[in-house]
């Protein structure tokens, strides 16, 4: 009986790390500014809201979007001000710190499968 306890335990402390470990990578890559890393967790189409434009994307498409905005702007930092999940989604707000200003992120990613797939970044200057 203690050994099945023990095993349910480490299975709960297992998932409960995987559930942020998705949205712990895509913050990671985007501190670094890194479009083709955070490109490996898109969907099939991304939703982008940006200061200059906004609209869905295909995922290669959406790839390059990250990567011109990154290139343009410089980033210099990225800071986690609140993550979460629901429902199998996660998300995350944060600021994006720029050589060209900062900009109040949202990131958000939905279970599909068995992975979660970011759909939607916003981008709003502060």
């Not at 299975?11 to 790390?17: D, E, I, K, N, Y």
């Not at 905005?69 to 930092?77: E, I, L, T």
């Not at 939607?120 to 200057?125: D, K, L, N, V």
Request: charge should be positive; glycine fraction near 6%.
């Amino acid at each position: 009986m203690k050994q099945i306890f023990s095993i349910v335990a480490v299975a709960s402390v297992l998932s409960a790390f995987t559930v942020f470990s998705s949205i712990d990578e895509v913050i990671n890559s985007m501190r670094a500014g890194n479009a083709a890393e955070i490109a490996r967790y898109f969907d099939n189409t991304v939703e982008f809201n940006m200061p200059d434009k906004s609209s869905t994307f295909s995922k290669s498409q959406a790839e390059l979007v990250l990567k011109d905005f990154f290139n343009n702007n410089g980033v210099k930092s990225f800071d986690v001000i609140h993550k979460g999940e629901n429902s199998g989604s996660q998300y995350c707000i944060g600021t994006l710190i720029t050589k060209a200003g900062a900009y109040r992120t949202t990131i958000f990613m939905k279970q599909k499968g068995d992975k979660h797939v970011l759909q939607t970044i916003t981008f709003e200057s502060k």
